[in-house]
């Protein structure tokens, strides 16, 4: 059974950087799909990132060109470098997996330019925070 916990959390100023990282432990691959989600106090979850083992990769309208997804699939590891931080980022940073129809239900989404709750995702970390200050 595949184990997700996310690192790499912070509190930094508007316009900095922070990476994610989120290996899958209990697996010998890495999972058809992988994601990053997050969640803010006043807000519903969303998805920020997808990639599939083949490489395919989905961004939510607000991240795209700020945030990059990775994996490093030697490690089974997840990554998301987050560039050009905004206040409006803070929010608890959610690592999930799922079957590779998750990742065709996220990047359906993306494209209709719609949230997603990540539904389809079976697997989920405890979450990282993020803080971005002014």
């Known amino acids: 059974q595949v184990h997700l916990e996310e690192t790499g959390g912070g509190s930094v100023q508007a316009g900095g950087s922070l990476r994610l990282s989120c290996p899958a432990s209990?697996?010998?691959?890495?999972?058809?799909?992988m994601a990053w989600f997050r969640q803010g106090p006043e807000n519903e979850r969303e998805g920020v990132a997808s990639?599939?083992?083949?490489?395919?990769?989905s961004y939510a309208d607000s991240v795209k060109g700020r945030f990059t997804i990775s994996q490093d699939t030697a490690k089974n590891t997840l990554y998301l470098q987050m560039n050009s931080l905004k206040p409006e980022d803070s929010a608890m940073y959610y690592c999930?997996?799922?079957?590779?129809?998750?990742?065709?239900?996220?990047?359906?989404?993306?494209?209709?330019?719609?949230?997603?709750?990540?539904?389809?995702?079976?697997?989920w970390g405890q979450g990282t925070q993020v803080t971005v200050s002014l």
């Open positions: 999930a997996s799922g079957p590779r129809a998750s990742c065709v239900f996220f990047k359906a989404h993306t494209e209709a330019h719609a949230r997603y709750r990540g539904e389809e995702f079976e697997t």
């Open positions: 990639i599939s083992s083949n490489g395919e990769i």
């Open positions: 209990g697996v010998t691959d890495i999972p058809n799909c």
